[in-house]
């Protein structure tokens, strides 16, 4: 029999709450730190207890950590899945069940592998507690996987120690649950098993991390002194991420009192009113949420924007549209995010692609708000924000300070000859701002969501407002150079491949499988909206672009013909809406489709 | 922290406070409102009150919501900044400016639609958050920036309208704030300074939440059918209520009454109101009996103003949340960010 290295796909079939997460996460983190890349999915319900839920890690050393279709060994632990789950393996993959009940003879397939272990029954006489012994059921499952794949056993059981540091009682019996389950696979189970692991280089010195954790860190770098949130899936880890490392690195240290204020909101709009009153104080402020609660904070967003207010905003989207699929992920949130709220309103998104770009992001978008004076919106998703994703470790630049934008303190108040809240003294479309209290005499002004001149007065002269109008127009353009920049890789090919976010992962498999159809494509991952000069300069430079959206409206492409004036005939979607993350194999196919039904030529398309 | 703020010359006859300040020095731009309308009169209250108290205009923060209560953050203290922001949720920017700077004295106004209906649900949970700050609600019994329409704090007893009778029950934002843990909770008539001027004061120092309900008067619309500016008869007589091309101008309604007497006042709408005020022997440092007080004078007919509770040691918001004495917007890049080599038992903790 074949046996191939740090390479498949496995996927965990557990009922929700029976305590498998923890057990598969040890899985998915001892791999990595046998130095395989990992990428790890969590397919969840809406629900805390009893539905089905799914836990997929990717295994591949070459680096590939988007999601792959089919599965190579499937851990069948909830029998109401059965069918699907038997389903979903690849021929020649293996299903790994329990078999204390057998498996019914209409469920058998031919072309797979079966490992049964009796995992009830092995644990039956080993642990009284009916609790324990359904929890240890998942633990058993890690010891026979251990040794079928050759997982090193010190890794395992010293995660097991750490994982328990806290609650020592429970060490031992998870330790006799593993070697239980090894045990059993060593003596019963056909060896060699055609998946298994080796100790790699691969990882480097990344780190394993979720993509709203890395950003909560970030905002706690980044400078935030105030959160207020209300809770959404999947945003709610992101201000917990802030919560915990402002509580380690941010109290101060005579008087034990905290640097940081975290309110848990009644709703998103007070959530995003609180940041709003927080920046117009002068204070880094920002909140996380999802789709519905952008929604609900379109009225102040429009506030934030006309009034100029900084505010920072992280929006993990997930499967919409309305309460749509909660606990999936989607990029579906660009149009209603980009331009949230009633009048001629548009604001500034980032995307990231990484927990290190989360972490990144997290601190530019701080500093990007404060200098535009504008609300900045972070759009993470689902996939990346609440999976423990294979990262850069987080760096701050030594010489990196915040940016607090244009503002006028008392002394520089009185250095000025005049303050307007709203004169564009530098052409540039920002004006300078003073913090409440600043000055006894000077630089107080009236902030509000109306018409106002210069000076902040208030005014309905058509003329004045279309004046600041076209300001804020200005303001967008300067935003353009602001933002973070487009990631081109440009080799001269005919085709250009655009992507955003979560997007990238399977980027990497996807140009080398169309490379094996003799297909080459350029790409670009765009970083942020408003689109940079770069931007266009790749469209100009492509005969046929395609546009990678995780949603159905392709929201990307419409941004792009939208704001660029493009043909919408000139951009080639990509699309793939329905609640897990986009795979290679899905672009593959889509991009091989257009170019078989447009009979274009391969590998010829080198420019001269 | 010190502000000292420039001699001016000042008018010979305005009383001068102990920062050398006069009124005029806490006065606003012109006000826009109609002549006579209550909401004026409580700015007045507001100047005169942080004129006494004598701290510095600029060490103040307004925010509103929206309405013609709303504006009038405009037409007090122009050496502040304020914040006129959306309908309904002015305790939310309140909240947000309160964690940002807590060194600043918040002044938040509002209106009875304001805070009664579209804003409810954040009045509620800015009291229960106990946000240092005096929140001020110009109750007109009606919606006056949109002409006229009933509000949610329509009593239907004590009121006695004479025209339309309003058919649902009324929020009392009092008992309100007395439940949901307030700890300084007042309501007085716009027309009456003795009262209004030294509860604004208390409640500008309290420190935590205050809230006065300020009853005051809308003199452009009444509400009852009898009325030709009332919201009704505008909407049957007119192609759109945005059409209202006159309004009279109205007289200031006043009340003077001693502490432990009742006052009728005259509103503009025809109808009587009784003012009720608690006398020296009130103690109102008792939640429960505060409540049923204000509950059974309302079930005769009167309303009752003045001081209603107050608890002077009750922690607020900064002090739940354990924040820095120093305003969080002050806090420089070694306080805000720790430096790289932070990072580095993160990343290893992920590793
Ligand atoms: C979201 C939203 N809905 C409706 C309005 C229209 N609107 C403006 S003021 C107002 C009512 C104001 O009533 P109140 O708070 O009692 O203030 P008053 O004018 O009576 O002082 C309404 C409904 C608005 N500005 N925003
Ligand atoms: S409409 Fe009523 S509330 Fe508004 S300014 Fe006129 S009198 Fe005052
Ligand atoms: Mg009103």
Redesign the interface.
């Known amino acids: 029999m074949s046996v191939s290295y740090n390479d498949f796909v496995i996927r965990f079939a557990n009922v929700n709450g029976s305590g498998s997460a923890s057990a598969n996460g040890m899985f998915a983190k001892a791999l990595?730190?046998m130095g395989i890349p990992v990428a790890t999915r969590n397919i969840f319900p809406s629900n805390i207890e009893v539905l089905p839920t799914w836990f997929e890690v990717r295994v591949s050393d070459v680096g590939y950590m988007g999601r792959r279709e089919g599965v190579d060994i499937m851990v069948a632990m909830n029998a109401e899945t059965y069918d699907e789950d038997i389903a979903a393996i690849k021929p020649g993959g293996v299903l790994l069940y329990d078999n204390s009940a057998a498996l019914s003879a209409n469920r058998r397939r031919s072309d797979i592998r079966e490992y049964g272990i009796p995992i009830a029954q092995l644990m039956l006489p080993e642990f009284k507690d009916q609790n324990q012994r359904s929890l240890f059921k998942n633990i058993c499952y890690l010891g026979a996987l251990a040794e079928l794949l050759n997982i090193e056993f010190d890794v395992i059981s010293g995660m097991v120690e750490t994982q328990f540091a806290a609650k020592q009682k429970l060490i031992q019996p998870n330790i006799h649950a593993l070697a239980v389950g090894r045990k059993y696979a060593r003596e019963y189970l056909a060896h060699p098993f055609p998946y298994q692991v080796k100790r790699s280089t691969a990882v480097g010195d990344r780190?394993?991390?979720d993509g709203n954790t890395a950003a909560g860190?970030g905002a706690?770098?980044?400078?935030a002194?105030?959160c207020?949130w209300y809770p959404i899936t999947p945003s709610t880890s992101l201000a917990e991420g802030f919560e915990k490392?402002a509580h380690q690195?941010?109290v101060?240290k005579t008087?034990?009192?905290?640097?940081?204020?975290?309110?848990q909101?009644?709703?998103e709009?007070?959530?995003?009113?609180?940041?709003?009153?927080?920046?117009?104080?002068?204070?880094?402020?920002f909140t996380a949420t999802s789709g519905p609660g952008v929604s609900l904070m379109s009225?102040?967003l429009g506030?934030a924007y006309f009034?100029e207010i900084p505010a920072v905003l992280f929006d993990v989207q997930r499967s919409g549209p309305s309460t749509g699929m909660p606990t999936r992920t989607q990029q579906g949130d660009l149009i209603s995010a980009a331009y949230a709220s009633h009048g001629d309103t548009k604001h500034v998104l980032l995307f990231p692609s990484t927990p290190r770009e989360c972490f990144d992001f997290a601190a530019d978008a701080l500093d990007l708000a404060d200098r535009l004076q504008t609300p900045i919106i972070v759009m993470s998703d689902l996939e990346l924000g609440m999976n423990d994703n294979l990262s850069e470790?987080?760096?701050?630049?030594?010489g990196r300070?915040?940016d607090r934008g244009k503002v006028l303190d008392a002394a520089g108040l009185d250095a000025a000859a005049t303050f307007g809240r709203y004169l564009d003294v530098d052409g540039d479309g920002i004006g300078y701002r003073?913090?409440?209290?600043?000055?006894?005499?000077k630089g107080?002004?009236?902030?509000?969501?109306?018409s106002r001149d210069e000076y902040a007065r208030?005014t309905e002269s058509p003329e004045i407002y279309g004046r600041n109008m076209a300001r804020l127009q200005l303001k967008w353009q300067t935003a353009r150079k602001l933002v973070p920049q487009a990631e081109i890789n440009s080799r001269g090919h005919a085709a250009g491949i655009i992507y955003y976010g979560t997007s990238a992962s399977p980027m990497q498999e996807t140009i080398d499988l169309l490379s094996e159809d003799r297909i080459a494509v350029d790409q670009m991952r765009i970083r942020s909206f408003p689109f940079g000069p770069e931007v266009e300069k790749f469209i100009d430079e492509h005969d046929f672009l395609f546009v990678v959206d995780q949603n159905r409206d392709a929201q990307m492409k419409t941004l792009l013909v939208n704001e660029l004036s493009l043909d919408p005939n000139s951009l080639v979607s990509i699309l793939y809406f329905e609640g897990l993350s986009i795979s290679a194999d899905t672009i593959r196919e889509q991009v091989q489709t257009y170019f078989n039904q447009n009979k274009l030529p391969r590998l010829t398309g080198v420019k001269s | 922290m010190t502000?000292?703020?420039?001699p001016r010359v000042h008018h010979p006859l305005l009383p001068i406070n102990d920062i050398g300040l006069t009124r005029r020095d806490y006065e606003g731009s012109v006000s826009t409102l109609c002549a006579g309308c209550g909401h004026d009169s409580v700015s007045a209250a507001v100047i005169a009150a942080c004129a006494e108290l004598s701290i510095?205009?600029?060490?103040f923060?307004k925010?509103s919501g929206i309405g013609c209560s709303s504006k009038t953050?405009?037409y007090f203290l122009?050496?502040?900044?304020?914040?006129?922001?959306?309908h309904g949720?002015m305790?939310?920017?309140?909240?947000?400016?309160?964690?940002?700077?807590r060194?600043?004295y918040c002044i938040g106004v509002s209106g009875d639609g304001d805070s009664a209906s579209i804003g409810l649900?954040?009045f509620?949970?800015i009291v229960r958050?106990r946000i240092n700050m005096l929140y001020l609600v110009d109750n007109n019994g009606t919606y006056g920036l949109t002409k006229g329409q009933f509000s949610a704090t329509n009593d239907k007893g004590s009121t006695s309208k004479r025209g339309v009778p309003n058919l649902y029950e009324p929020i009392d934002l009092v008992t309100l704030a007395l439940q949901l843990g307030a700890s300084f909770v007042a309501r007085s008539f716009s027309g009456d300074k003795r009262q209004l001027v030294p509860l604004i004061k208390a409640g500008i120092k309290h420190h935590g939440f205050a809230l006065i309900d300020v009853i005051s008067p809308c003199v452009a619309f009444n509400n009852h059918s009898g009325s030709t500016k009332s919201y009704d008869y505008v909407r049957h007589h007119s192609e759109s209520v945005t059409k209202i091309d006159y309004v009279e101008s109205g007289q200031e309604i006043t009340a003077d009454y001693e502490p432990g007497t009742t006052e009728d006042v005259e509103m503009p709408d025809g109808s009587t109101l009784r003012l009720s005020k608690v006398d020296a022997n009130f103690d109102p440092h008792d939640r429960i009996k505060a409540l049923q007080y204000v509950q059974r004078r309302q079930s005769e007919g009167e309303v009752v103003t003045g001081l209603l509770y107050v608890d002077p040691e009750s922690p607020d918001c900064?002090d739940i949340?354990?924040?820095?004495?120093t305003p969080?917007?002050e806090?420089d890049?070694a306080?805000?960010?720790?430096?790289?080599a932070?990072?580095a038992p993160?990343?290893q903790s992920?590793?």
């Open positions: 990595f730190r780190i394993m991390i860190i706690v770098f980044g400078g002194t105030v207020a490392y690195l941010r101060d008087t034990g009192k905290n640097k940081f204020a975290i309110v909101a009644e709703d709009l007070s959530a995003m009113g609180i940041v709003i009153g927080a920046g117009w104080n002068g204070a880094r402020a009225e102040f506030l009034a470790p987080l760096s701050w630049d030594e300070v915040h003073t913090y409440p209290g600043t000055h006894p005499e107080s002004f009236f902030t509000r969501g109306t208030y | 502000f000292v703020a420039k510095p205009p600029h060490r923060a925010v953050p405009s122009d050496k502040s900044h304020g914040f006129n922001s959306v949720r305790p939310s920017v309140a909240t947000g400016a309160n964690l940002a700077n060194s600043l649900g954040q509620a949970h958050r900064h949340l354990e924040t820095i004495d969080l917007n806090l890049f306080d805000l960010c720790p430096g790289n932070a990072l993160i990343n992920f590793r």
